[in-house]
């Protein structure tokens, strides 16, 4: 087995056995959050180790230097913003993340790219239903935006076409019936 996998089995078992650090007193006040904060109070039992008070940071915890920053499968990930950067980079070492500033378009754009080229996309499962589900909403948004105008269009038609009818409802037929007999 290569140094990489082996290192990788390694990190793999540590994060498995690593604690969640969470701050002293967390789950007593809500506006303290599960952020983690280094414990300096005199009496704190927290800072002096005490069995059942929850973990310190500590370097131990960390990954082998080798693969640390790497992906699961040992790729080195890299932040993609544009066509750009994703075109500089390595399908067999490395793997992208695409920004969150990214807008939809262009993270079709990137993603057919991808697809094409053969890199692996680290956040998403799979790019080509990705692309599938951005190109069917903006199909949706096109239909969508279409149709409010033909029915504005038919609402106005059908107002002008009830004022020139005569009146349909019961009551204006009567109210109609006794102007009648009235000038009789």
Do not use: C
């Not at 500033?101 to 239903?129: C, D, F, G, Q, W």
């Amino acid at each position: 087995m290569s140094t990489l996998k082996r290192l990788l089995d390694v990190r793999k078992k540590a994060k498995a056995k690593k604690p969640v650090f969470r701050r002293q007193d967390w789950h007593l006040r809500k506006k303290y959050g599960e952020g983690w904060k280094r414990p300096r109070g005199q009496q704190s039992k927290m800072r002096l180790k005490v069995a059942g008070r929850g973990a310190l940071v500590n370097p131990g915890y960390r990954s082998p230097l080798d693969v640390r920053g790497m992906s699961r499968d040992g790729k080195e990930i890299v932040r993609v913003e544009n066509m750009n950067q994703l075109q500089q980079v390595d399908g067999t070492n490395q793997t992208a993340i695409v920004s969150a500033t990214v807008s939809t378009r262009n993270m079709v754009e990137l993603l057919k790219h991808a697809v094409k080229s053969n890199i692996s996309i680290y956040n998403v499962k799979n790019p080509a239903e990705r692309i599938k589900e951005i190109e069917d909403t903006f199909k949706q948004k096109k239909k969508s935006e279409k149709a409010p105008e033909k029915k504005e269009e038919i609402k106005v038609e059908k107002k002008h076409e009830k004022k020139q009818d005569e009146p349909v409802d019961e009551k204006e037929q009567r109210r109609e019936a006794e102007k009648l007999t009235i000038q009789k």
